[in-house]
């Protein structure tokens, strides 16, 4: 067992890879054990790696970001997948999401936010930049999938807060209840809907529309 988060950076540019590489590495505990530049290498290599995170670019040179994640999450289940992009479409952030990415965060957001979303992401939250998080609410809100009368309106809230990355401990400072009861509403969420995790109650919820 490691005693830091390994995770691995899939960018064509090198330049950019090497940002990200140098940001991370500033920390003690998140170490960048391998970067590839193109999703035919990546998806030979990474199995053999079985890092805690992978940063995925969506617009490779040889293929799509999301059909890596699409191939490699069966494989490694107990990795998570973050892509990383310059591209902020709707459409793109659903599939993405619907393939077994746990977090969608813009390129813009290269700064001390990225490290954060890596420990975010390794501790089981879904981290997402804020024009991200904004646009999926809207999206939500205009794209209900279910009867509304199925949530009561505090598991209506927590949704909504997981939808926009917090953790159970943020969404209890928010709506001023316990871990505990964050936890016991999530489990009627997920028994209302049929789910075993906070992705998919997301995508099931409200991302109907959008998961083809």
Same mark, same amino acid.
């Given at each position: 067992m490691t005693n830091f988060i390994s995770v691995i950076i899939v960018e064509d540019k090198i330049e950019m890879c090497r940002q990200i590489k140098s940001l991370l590495e500033k920390t003690d505990d998140i170490k960048v054990i391998a970067t590839f530049h193109d999703s035919k290498s990546a998806l030979e290599k990474i199995p053999e790696y079985e890092p805690d995170i992978v940063l995925m670019d969506l617009n490779l040179p040889d293929g799509s970001g999301i059909e890596c994640i699409k191939n490699l999450k069966? &494989? #490694?289940s107990k990795t998570q997948f973050v892509i990383l992009t310059m591209f902020d479409d709707s459409e793109l952030v659903f599939k993405g999401l619907s393939h077994g990415a746990i977090g969608y965060l #813009? =390129?813009?957001s290269i700064n001390d936010? #990225?490290?954060k979303s890596i420990y975010e992401a390794y501790k *089981? *939250?879904?981290p997402m930049s804020t024009q991200i998080a904004r646009m999926v609410v809207k999206s939500f809100q205009n794209?209900?999938?279910i009867d509304e009368d199925l949530l009561t309106k505090r598991e209506w809230e927590i949704l909504e807060q997981l939808? =926009? *990355? &917090? =953790?159970? &401990?943020? +969404?209890g400072e928010t709506l001023f209840i316990s871990v505990e009861?964050?936890?016991s509403h999530l489990r009627k969420i997920y028994e209302k809907l049929h789910v075993h995790s906070?992705?998919?109650? +997301?995508l099931k919820y409200f991302g109907k529309n959008h998961s083809r």
């Open positions: 069966p &494989k #490694l #813009l =390129k813009r936010e #990225l490290v *089981g *939250g879904s794209n209900k999938a939808a =926009k *990355g &917090k =953790k159970y &401990k943020e +969404i009861t964050v936890r906070s992705k998919e109650a +997301i």
